[in-house]
Structure formats: C-alpha cells, structure tokens
C-alpha cells in the first residue's frame, strides 16, 4: 500500500501537500479511496447518486462501513473529502415544485453524507430565474437555515462554491457569497469552496498577484478565510471574464502553468485540500495531479 506523503514547507512549516480529484462511484464507493491513493493522491471528492437526476438511492449499511473502512485504511482525513451535491438542487427557486424537490434531495444528500462519516458538503447557491438577486439571497439563506436544523448536532459542513456569472446564477462573487453566510443563523455551520475556473469566469485574474491578494482580501472580508476549506483547481476554456464555466487541463487553459503557480504561492490556497474536476478519468487525473507536483517543484 503507498499512502501520498509529499511535504511542503510554508513560511518554514512542513505541511502535507492535500490533493485529489472528483472520482467515480461506479465501482462502488468503497473503491474510491484505493482509487484515489492509485492516481496519487490523499483527498477526494464524490457525488453520493447521479448528479443529474432527482433520484437518489441510499447505500446499504454493508457498503457504508466498507467505506469508512477503507478511508481508514489508506488513511485519508476526513477533513480532506468533499461530496458534491447533485446538479438539479436550486435553493433560489421562486417554482414552488423545484423548491421543494431541491429541499428534499439536499437533506437526502446530506443525511448520506453524515452516514459516510464525511465532514464536508459543496452546492452551487442556485438561480433566482429572474427574481432578482435580493429574492435570491434570502431564500438561499432561509432554506440553508432551513435544512441545517436537521443537523444542528452533526459534524458536517455545508460549503457554498462560487459559480460563474452565468444567466441568473447567484454566489459568484465573494461579496455575494458572504451576504448569504452572513443572514444565516447557523453560519458557523457553513464555509466555502473556490472554484479556480469559475472565479476566472467572474473576473478573479489568478494569474496576477496583486487580483489574487484582492481575492484573498475579498474573502477576508465578506467571509473570514478560515471559512475557505476546498478549492476546486481547474484550468479554463475560456480567458478571464468569459463566463462560460467551461473546465481544463491543469495547464491547457487560459489560467495556464503560470497562472497555478502563482495562485499556489499564496499559504492560503495550498494548505487546503486542492480537488481536480478536469476533463477525463482517473488516468488524466493522475497526470494531473503529477503537473501540479512538478509545477511545485515536488516530484
């Protein structure tokens, strides 16, 4: 068994470089975390059902404990695994219908989620379909307040990933987001993931240093970086501004190989979990990852 063991040292501290990417879960979930250590990497994210589908099909007991198991196994934080939530979910929506639905799998997902002993839950805010960003807001954050009751008492986390500024889709800007954090009561139950990708589409230039200190200065101050806990490391099809969420190679893209080195010079990105939804499989992942060693000067 080989366990991903490659140390940075940050402002003179030694810090375990955390790295994965989104993996499949047809094998079957207890497969995810060998799968992961395979492609080299310590950190993982996973959707709990198909993304794309209302649907959801709880894993049985069995299936459950193998997983946790196997997490022990290759020995893997749970600090460092992020389930996705599937696609469909739209806390904004005025469609009483849509509302519900989204009520509903959101608390599906996340009672799986607390079951699979995995700490932290990631979800696009949604779209206020033309109600205006105000209508928005609160009723992201009053469904959020919502479904949190539920797990006042359980060690999960529900992390708001920042979109691209797309149509009427909320939460791409780090002011919007904190506006949502800020209105909920059980905020101290909720954080974010950046979405290196996305911020490029919402005008966040990571290939500058001085737009990456105003992100990290936005976060601060709309949300608190101690509430930054995943990054979703992706290369964009498109240059900055396009708002097209459109999905790269680490490298391939307009952010490009300079654009990842710097971002990862800040501390504050590269001592959390950095999680790949590149294009491809486990094979293009791997290759992925190995870049973004060499790009840190690790392998």
């Known amino acids: 068994m080989i366990i991903l063991k490659v140390v940075l040292k940050i402002k003179g501290v030694d ?3 955390k790295i994965g990417a989104h993996m499949g879960i047809s094998e079957g979930l207890k497969n995810v975390p060998e799968n992961s250590i395979k492609i080299g990497a310590n950190s993982f994210q996973i959707f709990v059902h198909s993304p794309r589908t209302w649907s959801i099909k709880e894993p049985n007991n069995i299936d459950i404990d193998l997983f946790k198991e196997e997490v022990l196994k290759y020995k893997i934080n749970k600090e460092n695994i992020l389930v996705h939530s599937g696609y469909l979910i739209n806390l904004a929506s005025p469609k009483e219908d ?3 639905k989204s009520m509903k799998l959101m608390n599906e997902e ?19 379909l033309g109600n205006g960003k105000e209508y928005g807001i609160d009723k992201i954050s009053k469904s959020l307040d919502e479904i949190l009751k539920n797990f006042e008492n359980d060690d999960i986390f529900i992390l708001l990933e920042n979109v691209a500024p797309k149509g ?37 230039d990571i ?7 105003r992100l990290i200065d936005e976060i601060n101050e709309y949300i608190g970086i101690e509430k930054l806990k995943m990054i979703h490391l992706n290369d964009s099809k498109f240059d900055l501004n396009a708002k097209k969420d459109r999905h790269e190679i680490i490298g391939k893209g307009f952010i490009g190989d300079d654009g990842f080195k710097n971002f990862l010079s800040f501390d504050e990105f590269l001592k959390i979990p950095l999680l790949l939804e590149t294009p491809g499989d486990d094979s293009a992942h791997s290759k992925d990852i190995s870049h973004i060693k060499n790009l840190l000067n690790l392998n």
């Open 15 to 17: 810090l375990m470089l």
């Open 98 to 100: 849509t509302w519900n």
């Open 110 to 128: 996340l009672r799986i989620t607390n079951l699979l002993n995995i700490k932290y839950y990631n979800f696009h805010p949604g779209s206020h």
């Open 168 to 204: 009427n889709n909320l939460g791409y800007s780090m002011k919007q987001l904190g506006e949502i954090i800020n209105r909920c009561a059980f905020k101290n139950k909720l954080g974010i993931t950046y979405d290196t990708c996305h911020g490029f589409d919402s005008g966040y």
């Open 207 to 213: 290939r500058d240093k001085d737009d990456t200190l």
